[in-house]
């Protein structure tokens, strides 16, 4: 009869560890992330995008920003901790947003090095999830 109950009683167990792993746990970094950096990326009819930063403790050293999938490469690297840049974006995209993916390379005096990306989204758009992770 014990040996019975185990075998339900370990595949519990094992089920539950595997939804505690990969929902992130019970202490997730990334709460001290999405916490710490803001991002943002909204398409204005006026053919341009805006993209603001913000690191709520002050402590960014350096960010390189990225946007991916265009025809000429955008890169700009910033040493504050709160920016807004303005993007030319002369054609909406034949594919949406999702090909043009705005990628941050942050440093940071006390989180070192991190990752922030985005999608870009209309005024009127839902404010896209953003990803965080350390390389």
Do not use: C
């Amino acid at each position: 009869m014990a040996r019975k109950l185990r075998t339900p009683i370990s595949i519990a167990i094992i089920t539950v560890l595997a939804i505690v792993f990969l929902m992130g746990g019970g202490t997730d970094d990334k709460d001290i992330l999405r916490q710490t950096f803001q991002i943002d990326a909204i398409y204005y009819d006026s053919s341009h995008v805006e993209i603001s930063y913000f690191d709520k403790s002050g402590k960014t050293n350096s960010v390189v920003m990225e946007i991916l999938g265009m025809e000429k490469s955008f890169q700009k690297t910033f040493s504050d901790s709160e920016f807004i840049e303005i993007v030319p974006f002369p054609n909406l995209p034949k594919y949406g947003w999702a090909i043009h993916p705005v990628v941050l390379e942050v440093y940071h005096e006390e989180l070192g090095h991190i990752q922030l990306k985005t999608e870009i989204h209309a005024l009127d758009e839902p404010v896209p999830p953003v990803i965080y992770s350390r390389p």
